[in-house]
């Protein structure tokens, strides 16, 4: 079974441009997750997609960050425009079903973005 | 509101030593409890969940987690480290509702001398 897979792995931009982070999910999982992995610090959930839908967004930082998944399968998060705060690793994780929390969280390798 | 607190920020041990990693939580309700290893480059990988019922959890490679409601614990431990456990372990709540966001600490490192 492939696991999630993310593109690219590494980016580095200077401030003030816009970055894309793509997300395929492990096939037939309905939901998605973004997180936000800050050097020496744990994940923070940016956004919950379940299917289409969003259903958490409450730490996501709608000025400068969005996300979607069309069509319910993979998902892109993009800044614009980037901080150098948004320095951090960008996760990407799925699992099966809708029961929230119970669901194990599959997470791809990530992208490390380097903002000069 | 949920967070977990993970005393330890590095922990050295020798091969063939035990280890016990450090975890407090801080949630009303019975809380989904996760440990999750990384590996650098890596995403992170579960090493066991706990959700009710008994509440000594095994997991994968070796290890198990404790959970103590009285003290707001859940422990990983492992008898004998091997030198492939170094890399950073993360503790997890979760909220139990239908949303999936999941609260880390902000890990330990572990180093492995062999």
């Known amino acids: 079974e492939a696991g999630v897979a993310q593109s690219p792995r590494y980016k580095i931009i200077e401030k003030r441009q816009s970055v894309a982070f793509w997300c395929n999910p492990i096939s037939g999982h309905a939901t998605l997750y973004w997180y936000q992995q800050i050097l020496g610090q744990g994940p923070k959930l940016l956004i919950q997609?379940?299917?289409?839908?969003?259903?958490?967004d409450s730490q996501l930082p709608k000025d400068r960050f969005s996300a979607e998944r069309l069509k319910g399968v993979d998902s892109t998060l993009k800044i614009q425009p980037a901080k150098l705060e948004d320095s951090a690793v960008y996760l990407c994780a799925s699992s099966l079903g809708l029961a929230g929390s119970r669901e194990t969280q599959y997470f791809g390798p990530g992208t490390r973005l380097l903002v000069l | 509101a949920q967070s977990v607190t993970q005393p330890d920020i590095h922990i050295t041990v020798s091969e063939g030593a035990s280890l016990e990693l450090r975890c407090n939580y801080s949630y009303g309700a019975t809380p989904y409890l996760f440990w999750y290893v990384q590996s650098p480059g890596q995403g992170l990988q579960l090493l066991l969940k706990y959700f009710s019922g008994d509440t000594l959890v095994q997991g994968i490679k070796g290890f198990e987690a404790e959970f103590k409601r009285s003290q707001s614990s859940f422990n990983l431990r492992k008898p004998s480290v091997h030198w492939s456990d170094a890399a950073e372990y993360f503790c997890?709540?979760?909220?139990?509702?239908?949303?999936?966001?999941?609260?880390f600490g902000r890990g330990t490192q572990l180093t492995v001398w062999p």
């Open positions: 997890a709540v979760g909220a139990g509702s239908t949303l999936g966001r999941l609260y």
């Open positions: 997609f379940q299917n289409n839908g969003v259903v958490d």
